[in-house]
C-alpha cells in the first residue's frame, strides 16, 4: 500500500472492478462523468459536507471568457454567443435564469422542442442543451437504480461502505446494462438482484452437493503396523 493513498486498503479491488469494466464495455462516442455520493458520518478527513446535493448556486469562473457574453441583457428565450479561432463556442441563453455554455461541437442554434408555452409560443431550447439533457439522462438513472434495494449499511469503517457499494451497486447496475444490451430484454434491477442470488446460491448448492456425494470406503494394503503382521487399512 503507498503511502498516502487514500484508497490504498481497496485499491486492488478497485483496480480489478475497472479493468473488468474497460475489458467488457466500451463507451460510445458521448460519455457523462458524473460522481457517486456516499454518506458516512464518522471520523474521515477527506469527508464533504453537502447540506443540499442539488446547489442552486455555484462559483463564477468566467476569466478569459468575452465580457459581452457572460453579462449580457438577454429577455427569456434568447441566446447569444461568440466563437473563436479554435471552433470553441461561448454562449449565454435566458430561461427563468442564465444558462452559460462552451462547446466545441454546437453553436447557438435553437431546437422547437414540440411543445407549446402557455402563452402559446413554441417552447424551443438550445441544440447544445437539448444535447446534454439527452446525455445526461444516463447518469440521472444510474443514480435512480443504484439507490434501490441499496446494499450500504452503517459502519465505522468508511472503506466497507465504499467495496459495498461498487460490489453491489454500482457493479450490478453495469451488469444490468450488459444484460440488456446482450439479451435485449427489459427487467427491472430488483428483480435482476434477485436472479444474481439465486444464481449465486444454486452454485453454492451444487458445488455442497457434488462434495457430499463422494464415497470413501477403506482399501487394504500390504503394509504392516509396528511390529505386528496387522495389514493396515487406508482411507480413500
Keep these: 500500500m503507498v503511502h498516502g493513498d487514500r484508497l490504498g486498503k481497496i485499491q486492488p479491488l478497485v483496480v480489478k472492478l475497472v479493468n473488468n469494466f474497460k475489458k467488457y464495455k466500451v463507451p460510445g462516442e458521448n460519455v457523462v462523468i458524473d460522481e457517486t455520493m456516499i454518506s458516512f458520518r464518522g471520523r474521515l478527513n477527506f469527508r464533504q459536507y453537502i447540506p443540499s446535493k442539488s446547489a442552486r448556486h455555484f462559483k463564477k469562473n468566467s476569466k478569459g471568457f468575452p465580457k459581452d457574453i457572460m453579462n449580457p441583457k438577454l429577455?427569456?428565450?434568447?441566446?447569444?454567443?461568440?466563437?473563436?479561432?479554435?471552433?470553441?463556442?461561448?454562449?449565454?441563453?435566458?430561461?427563468?435564469?442564465?444558462?452559460?455554455?462552451?462547446?466545441?461541437?454546437?453553436?447557438?442554434?435553437?431546437?422547437?422542442?414540440?411543445?407549446?408555452?402557455?402563452?402559446?409560443?413554441?417552447?424551443?431550447?438550445?441544440?447544445?442543451?437539448?444535447?446534454?439533457?439527452?446525455?445526461?439522462?444516463?447518469?440521472?438513472?444510474?443514480?435512480?437504480?443504484?439507490?434501490?434495494?441499496?446494499?450500504?449499511?452503517?459502519?465505522?469503517?468508511?472503506?466497507?461502505?465504499?467495496?459495498?457499494?461498487?460490489?453491489?451497486?454500482?457493479?450490478?447496475?453495469?451488469?444490468?446494462?450488459?444484460?440488456?444490451?446482450?439479451?435485449?430484454?427489459?427487467?427491472?434491477?430488483?428483480?435482476?438482484?434477485?436472479?444474481?442470488?439465486?444464481?449465486?446460491i444454486k452454485k453454492k448448492d451444487e458445488i455442497t452437493i457434488s462434495s457430499s456425494s463422494i464415497k470413501h470406503k477403506l482399501v487394504q494394503t500390504n503394509e504392516t503396523k509396528g511390529q505386528s503382521n496387522k495389514k493396515k487399512k487406508k482411507m480413500c
Design 75 to 200: 429577455k427569456k428565450g434568447e441566446i447569444k454567443g461568440k466563437e473563436d479561432g479554435k471552433g470553441v463556442v461561448v454562449s449565454i441563453w435566458k430561461n427563468k435564469w442564465d444558462v452559460r455554455m462552451l462547446s466545441t461541437r454546437h453553436g447557438i442554434e435553437m431546437v422547437d422542442m414540440g411543445r407549446i408555452s402557455r402563452n402559446g409560443e413554441n417552447i424551443k431550447k438550445p441544440e447544445a442543451i437539448v444535447f446534454y439533457n439527452k446525455n445526461k439522462q444516463g447518469i440521472d438513472v444510474s443514480d435512480q437504480m443504484n439507490s434501490y434495494f441499496t446494499p450500504l449499511r452503517k459502519s465505522i469503517r468508511w472503506y466497507h461502505k465504499v467495496v459495498f457499494q461498487l460490489l453491489l451497486g454500482t457493479s450490478v447496475v453495469n451488469a444490468l446494462v450488459m444484460y440488456k444490451e446482450l439479451t435485449g430484454k427489459s427487467i427491472q434491477i430488483s428483480q435482476f438482484r434477485q436472479q444474481i442470488i439465486e444464481k449465486l
